[in-house]
DNA sequence: TCCACTATGGAGCGGTGTTCCAATACTGGA
DNA sequence: TCCAGTATTGGAACACCGCTCCATAGTGGA
């Protein structure tokens, strides 16, 4: 069982499931996966496992208060904060309309992967192991409401719904590991502009190139655009072509309210 | 290094790169996860662990190689074989359509899930570990040549199959946890339809149901459809939503050929 | 004052991936 | 045919992990 009530204080800050969840997203963000121990975690909260334990039942209960923590964070952000990017595509749209919602939730996911780069694989991971988590609603609610707002009759919201968020998440994931190699090394939205996420591009690019060309024509093709587009943008195209398939499916009568045919 | 040459037989078959995959694969479905252990598979090898990182690097290499195989087969089956699944959906359209040979590739990867259910899982982790391993190339090479066939302009192949790629594989890992339960009892072709998976499915959407109606009024609304709702045919139907948004966004002119408004 | 209960920290257990190394199987050349 | 020398094997041992168990300390009520 959790502590009830709060109580009064000790010579060090009393031991709880927030705190222990706030260091566990902290040893993530700055050791990565592998640095997430119970151990360090310990060591870090000056406090032996078997307090940690009465608190979190689980490693796998900790990784999922700490994936929803941050995703709620990235989800409560405020909704113009990423309207830039909406916008940027689509200047002659309402900048209310359910569409930049679920842009702007995409994009609160997409750039939290910058600060915690082992958001996307732990989200894949309850994606597909425990569906009904703690996490995964979360982000279900979220576009879910937007897809009830755009009109889509109550039939068609489950698959309209996954189809969002499966992109969104996939997508996301993708992008996870030059995010990684950028965060890594010093503070990702310096000057500095990702020298070495140019040198991970050059060398993801390069594998993809490499590959016998008679078992793999289209990726061959497909590594050079790899190379130059741009994450944010090609990202948002993704999500644009799943909103223009979920209008064009289930609103027959405003097609024009979405992308138009791109240049 | 490995094995450059195939040598004289010996008492035992010799090891080689192939039957520890092999081995790695029959214990992954077996035992699940947590059951692919280097100790287990000395036993099963009869061998010892030095021999095995002769063949093989790490375990994530293993394991790399095990979903490289089961992917592998899973695209290799015949596309007549999953035809019945498109058909069932658009008996006017034609059989050797991209269209359907992309609805084929999807269901090939749905269907593998029932005899390797942690299959996604490890499609997931790879996809945003190392995006140019030697497992995604594979689907995403089968998606882009479909959707180069398609007739997308070439600009759009990256969004396009991306989409299609995310999109298949994270719906493909929601279905995991129960194909999983279905699984672990018994032959899962059997008469005995699915009994637990029905048990499954009740306890998921009743979790779902009982989320803070405040909190999660959308989630709530849908959770009744996932009860009643046919895996497969939802499924077809994202795929066919993305399907329909890529042929609305790049090709203006064949909107017909895709699925027409549903019912 | 005593007691039941919450909460803590640490020793230690079983198990894991991996390394290291001595011993063996095999090969091509003398 | 024998003999280096390399390719391959099996197993002991290591460092580390998640986790359990337990003796203990703090706390509030009777």
Redesign the interface.
């Known amino acids: 069982m959790a502590p009830r009530t709060r109580r009064s204080q000790r010579r060090t800050e009393a031991l709880s499931r927030e705190r222990i969840v706030e260091a566990a997203v902290e040893l993530l963000d700055t050791a990565g996966e592998s640095g997430l121990t119970f151990r360090a975690l310990t060591e870090r909260l000056a406090t032996g496992p078997g307090a940690i334990y009465w608190h979190v039942a689980d490693k796998d209960e900790l990784l999922d208060a700490a994936t929803g923590a941050v995703v709620a964070a990235a989800l409560a952000v405020e909704p113009a904060t990423h309207a830039e990017a909406a916008e940027l595509a689509k200047p002659a749209e309402s900048p209310d309309s359910p569409q930049d919602k679920i842009r702007a939730i995409a994009f609160g996911l997409f750039d939290a992967i910058e600060d915690h780069p082992w958001l996307?694989?732990q989200l894949?991971?309850q994606?597909?192991?425990?569906?009904?988590g703690s996490v995964t609603?979360q982000i279900?609610?979220g576009i879910?409401?937007q897809v009830?707002a755009l009109g889509v009759p109550?039939?068609?919201?489950?698959?309209?719904?996954?189809?969002l968020?499966?992109?969104i998440?996939?997508?996301t994931?993708?992008n996870?590991?030059n995010a990684a190699n950028a965060a890594n090394t010093a503070s990702a939205r310096t000057l500095a502009p990702d020298v070495d996420r140019e040198e991970f591009l050059d060398?993801?690019s390069k594998?993809?190139g490499e590959?016998d060309p008679d078992?793999?024509?289209?990726?061959r093709?497909?590594a050079a655009?790899?190379r130059e587009?741009d994450d944010r943008e090609?990202f948002l195209?993704?999500v644009?072509?799943?909103?223009?398939?979920?209008t064009?499916?289930?609103l027959?009568g405003e097609?024009d309210r979405t992308?138009p045919?791109?240049t």
Request: glycine residues 8%.
């Open positions: 996307p694989t894949a991971l994606l597909s192991r425990s569906p009904w609603p279900f609610e879910g409401r009830r109550e039939g068609h919201w489950f698959t309209a719904t996954s189809a968020v499966h992109y998440l996939g997508a994931g993708q996870a590991a060398a993801a594998a993809w590959l078992d793999y024509p289209f990726i093709a497909v655009q790899m587009h090609q195209a993704g644009d072509l799943v909103l223009t398939g979920i064009a499916l289930h027959p097609q992308t045919p791109a």
